[in-house]
C-alpha cells in the first residue's frame, strides 16, 4: 500500500512560505501539515453509556483511544516517547533514545531557539490531522485538572475557561476577551509522576517547556511537561509551553496585535495566586482598555487610583482589584477607604472574598475587625465573610 509521507511547511503572516527551518527567528509561526498521520487529533464522541447520538463529548484520541474528555476523569496519555516509538516506526531503538535526548535537551533549555524547538517536535507535528496550526511559545497557567493531578489542591474551585468568548457585562458595557489557549488541563494521572523528578525540578530556576495542544475555549491539554506543570503550579507561576493551536479554515492568519502581546507578557511573571477565568479575562480588558504595557506602569496606575487622581467606574475598580489579587496582594489592603464609598459597594463582596485569602496577615486582621464594628449592617454577604474569616483562624 502507498502512503503520502507527510509534509509540514512554516509560513509567515502574509503566508509567505518560509524557505526552511533555519529562516525561522520568532516565537510565532503558522504551519501546514500535509497527509498528517491524524493520530492526535480532536473529535466529537459519543457520550458513555448515553445512546443519544447528539450527546458528544470533545475528545483527544491516540491510537484509537480517548486522552482526554470534557465529562470523564480519564487521563491515559502516554508519553511523547511512547507516542514516537509506536507511529514512527523508521527509527530503531537507539535513534529514538537519541531523538528523545535531543528533543529533552533542547525543550529544558531556556536559551534554545524557536527553530531548534520546532525542529524537535516535528515528529508529533506529523502525528497531527492535515490541516493549519499556529505553533507559538507562550506561558501557560497549570490547573490543578479534574483530580488534583499538579497539586493536592481540591478546595472545589472550577476553571470555567472552556468558553470560546468570554463576556461579562459591567458598567453598562460588554467586556469580551475571544478565547486561546491560556490555561494547561493535565492528559496523565498521577501514577505517571515520580517524586524523585518532582524534586529535581524543584531545585531548577527555570523549569524548561511543555507541549500543550489547544483543546477548547481557553484550554490546552498538555502532552509533554507534567513534572514541569507540577512544580510550575507549585510556585504560582506559568509554564512556558509549545503551544500547538488548530485554525479552522476562514480563520484569518494574522499575529496577535501589539496590545495582546504585552497583555500576554505582562501575564508570564510569577503571580501570588494563578488567575481565574474571571480574574484572567478581566486583567486583560483592562489592560486594552487603559493600553497598559507593564507592570511599572499598572504599578503607577495603582498609585493613581489610590491618590484620587483617576476615578475608575465600579467595574473598572473590580478589574484592577483582580489584578492586585493576582500580581500585587499586598496593595489590596491600601483599597479599603476606597471600597466604602458608595461608589463602590457593589463590589464589596468580591473585594473581601480577596482579602479573605490572605494567610497570616495582622492588617487584614485589622481591616476584617473594622469593617465588623462599623459595618451597620449594610452588606449582611460581606459581614459573613469577615466573621467566617475569624472563625476558620480559630480554628486553624
Known amino acids: 500500500m502507498f502512503f503520502r509521507k507527510t509534509k509540514i511547511r512554516y509560513f509567515e503572516e502574509d503566508r ?32 458513555a453509556n448515553n445512546g443519544d447520538e447528539y450527546d458528544s463529548n470533545l475528545a483527544f484520541v491516540y491510537k484509537e483511544a480517548v486522552l482526554y474528555t470534557a ?17 514512527h516506526p523508521e527509527f530503531n531503538h537507539l535513534e529514538v533514545v537519541e531523538k528523545m535526548e535531543e528533543y529533552r535537551m533542547v525543550m529544558g533549555q531556556e536559551k534554545s531557539e524557536f527553530k531548534e524547538i520546532l525542529r524537535v517536535n516535528e515528529m508529533i507535528f506529523q502525528l497531527l490531522e492535515s490541516g493549519t496550526y499556529r505553533i507559538s511559545l507562550k506561558k501557560i ?26 463576556y461579562q457585562y459591567m458598567d453598562n458595557a460588554p467586556v469580551c476577551v475571544d478565547s486561546h489557549t491560556a490555561y494547561i488541563l493535565p492528559t496523565q494521572s498521577t501514577d505517571n509522576l515520580t517524586e524523585e523528578t ?14 500543550l495542544i489547544a483543546y477548547t475555549g481557553f484550554l490546552g491539554v498538555l502532552l509533554d511537561g507534567h513534572h514541569k506543570a507540577t512544580v510550575a503550579f507549585e510556585r504560582g ?8 493551536e488548530p485554525l ?25 495566586n494563578i488567575p481565574n477565568i474571571d480574574d484572567y479575562c478581566l486583567i486583560i480588558h483592562l489592560i486594552e482598555a487603559k493600553e ?36 500585587e496582594e499586598s496593595r489590596l489592603i491600601d483599597f479599603y477607604p476606597l471600597m466604602k464609598r458608595y461608589d463602590y459597594k457593589d463590589i464589596r463582596v468580591s473585594y473581601f472574598e480577596k482579602l479573605a485569602s490572605f494567610e497570616n496577615s495582622t492588617a487584614v486582621d485589622e481591616l476584617m475587625l473594622n469593617y465588623l464594628i462599623n459595618d451597620e449592617y449594610d452588606n449582611a454577604t460581606v459581614t459573613k465573610i469577615c466573621d467566617k474569616y475569624f472563625e476558620d483562624k480559630l480554628n486553624e
Open 71 to 87: 465529562s470523564h476523569e480519564f487521563y491515559g496519555c502516554p508519553t511523547c516517547e511512547k507516542i514516537i516509538r509506536r507511529y
Open 198 to 211: 518532582i524534586q529535581q525540578y524543584r531545585q531548577k530556576s527555570y523549569l524548561g517547556r511543555g507541549l
Open 248 to 272: 479552522e479554515k476562514g480563520t484569518p492568519k494574522s499575529k496577535w496585535r501589539p496590545l495582546e502581546v504585552s497583555a500576554s507578557e505582562l501575564l508570564q511573571s510569577r503571580t501570588k
Open 141 to 166: 497557567f497549570p490547573t490543578y485538572g479534574q483530580n488534583g493531578i499538579f497539586s493536592d489542591f481540591t478546595n472545589g474551585q472550577e476553571v470555567k475557561a472552556s468558553v470560546d468568548t468570554y
Open 237 to 244: 507561576e506559568a509554564l512556558e509551553c509549545l503551544v500547538i
Open 292 to 327: 497598559l504595557q507593564s507592570h511599572a506602569q499598572l504599578r503607577d496606575f495603582i498609585a493613581k487610583v489610590l491618590n484620587e487622581k483617576i476615578l475608575l467606574q465600579e467595574g473598572e475598580m473590580d478589574y484592577l482589584l483582580s489584578y492586585c489579587h493576582v500580581f
Open 16 to 47: 509567505k512560505q518560509v524557505q526552511g527551518i533555519d529562516d525561522i527567528d520568532l516565537t510565532s509561526t503558522f504551519m501546514t501539515v500535509s497527509s498528517g498521520l491524524g493520530k492526535l487529533k480532536k473529535e466529537y464522541i459519543a457520550a
